[in-house]
């Protein structure tokens, strides 16, 4: 048994795992970290479906990108530096869990910065969370020789950098930090850029996978969960069943037929090069965050149809169509196309469009997109047996 395997010693050497390990596969504690970080994402949608009735674009998706950025970095980070380096001993426990409290402060925060841009609790829930990135790569440092200790003391110098950007920028004017966010967000992405220069980190494509689509089910998962309650408030205060049950059949379909696309193919024989699992990774920031986003847009369409916001019909369904819309391009674009074959490829990006082209109905918008995402994935059904069929 390996020493990264060996639980009766709480505290080990930190060593590079095995690429090519069976059996590989999400941890308990690895599955508690994503539970937590949901909670971040549930406040990003609420503040966003908030903002979104009240027609408030230029608060509503700064905002939204600013949080879900930070909460999607900081897991991203995690998820594949754990798929390289998860010792599972006490420190490693240890960091990992203020890590999660760092997100749980960040989602304490996140009222604020849509409110008046405050960053104060933002930037220090994140600064918990990157400084304990820190601490484990200073541990892989000095578990590693070589090139690997080189690139782990790089990801630690980089990203201790970027972050007193981050604690400069709550010093900032407001109108300021907009353009300097986008600059410490290029700066975020340099940091795994420059740090693996020279050495690859060796990370195990049948694990990134699994923690992605764990991660895409969580987060699909609040996206119904918010969509639920939003339904349940508005039949407790309107008894508007014959407007909400339109609402209510279409948004199950996209989530349904959302977590039917996204796990149709496999994604991890694809991932079997840096060149394809970099994009891959950095692509799901739209995955997520247009699945988090379908669930405001869900709150969004339930409070319109009772008269609670000031919307018209097309910009109430507009906030379901458009990231329904995004997700089913983004999944195309980033797995699904790469297992596609013939009549097969353009069935997603058409549906994307026929989703956006919904929009245009207005009120019945929401189901129509439901149907137009359950019929994308009757027909992709259809193909795969008719293909199954002829090998």
Known sequence: MTAAHDRYRPVRRMLARDRGESHRVSTPLELFFDLCFVVAIAQAGRELAHALAQGDLS??????????????????????????????????????LVQITGVLVLAAGVPRLFENQNLDLGVTGYLLMRLAMVTQWLRAARGETGPARTAALRYAVGITLVQAFWVVLVFVPHEARAPLFAVGVVAELAVPVWAELHNRTPWHRHHIAERYGLFTIIVLGETVAAATVAIQTALDEHKAVAELLPIAGGGLLICFGAWWIYFADDAHPYLDSVRRALPWGYGHFLIFASAAAVGAGLEVAVQHAVGATHLSD??????????????????????????????????????????????????????????????????????????????
């Open 59 to 96: 608060l509503a998706l700064p905002g939204y990108l600013m949080t879900f950025f930070a909460i999607w970095w900081a897991w991203m980070n995690f998820t594949w530096f754990a798929s390289a380096y998860d010792v599972d001993d006490v420190p490693y426990r240890l960091t990992t």
């Open 314 to 391: 097309r910009a109430a369904t507009a906030a379901v169509t458009v990231p329904t819309a995004l997700f089913l391009f983004t999944v195309w674009a980033l797995h699904s196309r790469h297992h596609k074959r013939g009549a097969a490829q353009p069935v997603l990006p058409v549906t994307a469009l026929s989703v956006l082209a919904a929009t245009l109905a207005g009120d019945a918008g929401v189901l129509i997109a439901g149907l137009l995402v359950a019929l994308a994935v009757t027909i992709g059904i259809a193909m795969t047996a008719q293909t199954a069929k002829r090998s």
